[in-house]
């Protein structure tokens, strides 16, 4: 589909969906994180059980999006986490959130909800 509204609203609904399904399912963290071809479900998990929340992973796909949808919904998953992760983790995220706003091609530009969803996140982690 071409990108617009009615992809986003698409694309929540799957989000939506695996987010509830993740809540109910006995999940192993292990397969979660190889979830290389359906990324999108296992963020979707990660926000609906933070306590499977991988912070290097959600931190690799902000850096690296497929989309602007994808990196939205890992910034939220990481939001989720923020309170379940070590201090190490916090420091290492919140250097990762940094060095993507600084770089000239983020996708993370001003006047963004992923911009404002990052800057809330770098708030949360300090």
């Known amino acids: 589909m071409p990108p617009g509204p009615d992809r986003?609203?698409?694309m929540t609904l799957v989000l939506t969906r695996?987010?509830?399904?993740?809540?109910q399912a006995v999940v192993d963290r292990q397969r979660l994180a190889g979830y290389d071809g359906q990324r999108i479900v296992a963020i979707a998990v990660m926000q609906g059980r933070p306590e499977l929340a991988d912070a290097t992973a959600l931190t690799g796909i902000v850096r690296d999006s497929?989309?602007?949808?994808?990196?939205?919904a890992a910034l939220e998953a990481l939001q989720g986490a923020v309170s379940r992760l070590?201090?190490?983790?916090?420091?290492t995220v919140?250097?990762?959130?940094?060095?993507?706003?600084?770089?000239?091609d983020t996708r993370l530009q001003p006047g963004t909800d992923r911009y404002r969803l990052a800057q809330r996140l770098l708030s949360a982690l300090a």
């Open 94 to 104: 919140g250097e990762a959130m940094r060095a993507e706003l600084s770089k000239p």
């Open 8 to 10: 986003t609203y698409r």
């Open 66 to 72: 497929r989309s602007a949808f994808e990196q939205y």
């Open 18 to 23: 695996a987010r509830n399904l993740g809540r």
């Open 86 to 91: 070590s201090p190490e983790q916090r420091r």
